[in-house]
């Protein structure tokens, strides 16, 4: 898009994008909208257009603003995992299988850009030093919690990898599973009865095929005079249980090394 001022000056979105992106990387100023606003008026000193301003404020938002152009497919109820493999090759899993999406970057760098910014509302570092990540985004949104995981090359050699997972708020204990066929009555004996003797166990299973769903009904299931203490690598689990402690392993840094 170019707008021609009266003195013939041109101005394009793109490149208002980049001094705004550059500006905004200088001043350390907040990426909220109010500041990528003010950010945007700035950098145009009144000599673009309404329609650029509009086109680099809809770009920004893209790139400071939640999951950027991910946010809507995490705003689909059907969808389970965003899968971006590829600046022009965007997944989505869920209800309706794995597919691809219409959901496409400008080029790599934009996608390494957006891995690193979710990395940094996560509380986790992601560069060339520490090149992958797995951690949890801030807040829930109407989508529920989302766990992000994320590989820079060279580690990925074809490019930056992100996947997002949404954990949609759902509650579940044993006798629900019955109901939805999840278990059948002879499953749900054992599994009240493993619960009922205190036995150790294992749940294991492909991605997506309930684990977590199946641990938190059995912890559910746990006697209320019992203490339940958690330690998972990202907080997933919630049982509906009134002991409940749940921990939060600490990542390996320069603080905390492996000994």
Do not use: Y
Not at 132 to 157: C, E, K, N, Q, Y
């Amino acid at each position: 898009m170019t707008v021609h001022t009266g003195q013939e000056s041109t101005v394009h979105a793109p490149g208002l994008v980049e001094r705004v992106r550059q500006r905004i990387a200088d001043t350390g100023s907040a990426t909220d909208p109010q500041s990528v606003a003010d950010a945007v008026r700035a950098e145009s000193s009144g000599v673009a257009g309404h329609l650029d301003v509009l086109d680099a404020l809809r770009l920004l938002r893209h790139e400071f603003v939640g999951a950027g152009p991910l946010e809507p497919l995490l705003d689909d109820a059907s969808v389970t995992d965003v899968l971006v493999t590829a600046p022009d090759e965007v997944w989505v899993d869920g209800s309706h299988g794995l597919r691809r999406t219409e959901v496409t970057f400008a080029d790599e760098e934009a996608v390494r850009r957006l891995a690193q910014r979710l990395a940094l509302a996560a509380g986790r570092r992601l560069d060339d030093a520490q090149p992958f990540v797995d951690g949890w985004l801030p807040g829930s949104g109407p989508h529920g919690r989302v766990r992000m995981h994320a590989v820079l090359p060279p580690i990925a050699t074809a490019g930056t990898c992100l996947s997002l997972r949404v954990l949609r708020p759902a509650a579940h204990d044993l006798r629900s599973l019955r109901r939805s066929s999840t278990v059948d009555d002879t499953g749900l004996a054992v599994l009240e009865a493993i619960i009922a003797a205190r036995l150790a166990f294992l749940v294991s299973g492909a991605t997506g095929s309930g684990k977590t769903t199946l641990l938190a009904a059995m912890l559910g299931g746990v006697s209320p005079k019992e203490r339940i203490v958690s330690v998972e690598d990202a907080a997933e689990l919630k049982p509906v249980h009134p002991q409940l402690v749940s921990l939060v392993a600490r990542p390996v840094n320069v603080e905390a090394p492996v000994r």
